[in-house]
């Protein structure tokens, strides 16, 4: 620490109010915070108020902003377009507010904006005030590299060839793609955000992505004759893997409420022998696609833990919740950490959003690929492909994936042919993700340089 300065530089992270962009600028605020920077997270009032802010390390102050909306009902039923517009306005006013209160405060003026790519504004923010502006990139470098290519105009959408092929990727179907470039239609507005984080980031003082610079050796190679991006993954809770600093099972600021009966039910249970199933806080499954799900969970034979989101219940198949007590547990929200690090659980039936396919990755555990939309094929093209710890399950030509084929991808996973080599590259990257946040890991160096870069000092 830079004896001359007052005090200790502090950083202000701006996350996009939702739990999978929460999750990995909270567990970086707390990285920075284990380094000596000061840290205030802001985020609009209602999820301070639908969570609990003393989850947190105590080190983390959590002011308020506001998005507009403050309501995480009227965000979800908001038009896309609108809401951003309304974020821009409203979230830049009322940052440039708290940085004042926050400048006037006795030691505790800003130094670095950390902004969630999804809010490009935070730089322009910074820029006003005079202080760093640091971009952070929440999906995975070769998905960067997708929306990058859109943002340039070098891939033109909506994409129709069979096959894409792009720098530092390999090659990718049509179904392989981000759904947002690949049809617009449905979700307007959507594919301008996830391109628009591009915006202005040439002139961010430094880019970071929630990944391992060796687990997407070339995409981040690719993307770093652009820009210089610094790869500060995985974003997850220490105690799992960096043993010098052991606090926190859990993100914090969770908004939705783990039940706690899930890990005394692994308790329970032997090794390896439980099927986890969570499609993360967004994706809402159609009815028929819950009932395969079920049908296929029935099918298996085996124990299964199974996160249905209390605004999902009512599409379980009638009287299943009865039927699967004994083999299943459902529950509305679960500890996804300590859940994945348990013994008992040989698969994840997952989504495939970014923390979740970071989290097995780095808990290693192998995976059944379900996705739902957005990033989301792509990351299981890369867990089937590329990292080869787990299967992707493929829709019928009706679209819905059906529960023979649900049931093939588990077994598969949990005791085919290639499980153990699947259970192997799992371990793999578990020690990989280790070893890249430990000390002298490629993310531990950049975030010690980005750190070295507030306090003053040339490493
Ligand atoms: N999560 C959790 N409990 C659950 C389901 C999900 O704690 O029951 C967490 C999970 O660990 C991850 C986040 O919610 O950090 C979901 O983010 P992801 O990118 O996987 O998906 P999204 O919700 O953005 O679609």
Redesign the pocket.
């Known amino acids: 620490m830079d004896q001359k300065r007052e005090h200790k530089p502090h950083c202000l992270i701006l996350p996009y109010p939702?739990?999978?962009?929460i999750?990995?600028l909270i567990q970086f605020s707390k990285r920075l915070a284990h380094k000596g920077i000061t840290i205030t997270f802001a985020v609009p009032q209602d999820v301070l108020t639908s969570s609990s802010a003393a989850d947190i390390s105590a080190s983390i102050a959590v002011e308020t902003i506001s998005d507009g909306y403050n309501s995480a009902a009227a965000r979800a039923d908001a038009d896309p377009r609108e809401y951003l517009v309304t974020f821009k306005k409203e979230g830049t006013e009322s940052t440039s507010r708290l940085i004042e209160k926050l400048r006037e405060g006795r030691g505790r003026a800003v130094d670095c904006v950390v902004y969630d790519a999804f809010l490009p504004w935070g730089l322009a923010v910074a820029k006003s005030k005079g202080l760093f502006g640091a971009a952070f990139f929440?999906q995975a470098s070769s998905v960067n590299v997708v929306y990058y290519n859109v943002f340039k105009g070098l891939l033109k959408v909506p994409v129709t060839e069979r096959e894409t092929v792009l720098p530092g990727l390999p090659s990718l179907a049509v179904s392989d793609l981000p759904s947002f470039v690949v049809d617009q239609e449905k979700y307007p507005g959507v594919l301008e955000l996830l391109v628009g984080q591009f915006d202005g980031v040439e002139d961010s003082d430094f880019v970071f992505v929630n990944s391992v610079y060796e687990l997407e050796e070339k995409a981040n190679e690719w993307m770093k004759k652009s820009m210089s991006i610094q790869t500060i993954g995985p974003a997850?809770p220490s105690i799992y893997l960096d043993k010098r600093i052991q606090h926190d099972k859990?993100?914090g600021l969770?908004l939705?409420k783990?039940d706690d009966i899930c890990m005394r039910w692994l308790q329970q249970r032997s090794p390896k022998s439980v099927i986890y199933v969570?499609?993360?806080?967004?994706?809402k499954l159609e009815k028929h696609e819950m009932e395969e799900l079920a049908t296929a969970l029935k099918l298996t034979g085996k124990h299964f833990l199974w996160?249905v989101?209390s605004s999902e219940v009512s599409k379980l198949p009638e009287n299943f919740t009865d039927e699967a007590s004994g083999k299943g547990l459902i529950?509305?929200?679960?500890?996804?950490?300590e859940?994945?690090a348990h013994d008992a659980i040989g698969c994840f039936v997952?989504?495939?959003?970014?923390?979740?396919?970071?989290?097995a990755l780095s808990l290693g555990v192998p995976m059944v690929g379900v996705p739902?939309w957005?990033d989301?094929a792509t990351n299981a093209k890369f867990v089937m492909d590329v990292w080869k710890m787990g299967v992707r399950a493929y829709p019928d030509d009706g679209g819905v994936v059906g529960h023979e084929e649900l049931v093939r991808c588990v077994n598969c996973v949990m005791e085919g042919e290639r499980a153990e080599e699947m259970r192997e590259n799992a371990r793999k990257w578990k020690e990989l993700a280790k070893g890249a946040v430990n000390e002298g890991g490629s993310s531990d160096r950049n975030i010690q340089q980005f750190v070295s870069t507030l306090m003053g000092v040339t490493l």
């Open positions: 939702s739990q999978g962009h999750n990995p929440t997850i859990n993100y969770s939705f783990p969570s499609f993360g806080s967004i994706a996160v989101r529950v509305s929200w679960c500890s996804q950490l859940v994945l997952t989504h495939c959003g970014w923390n979740s396919t970071l989290e739902w957005s989301q």
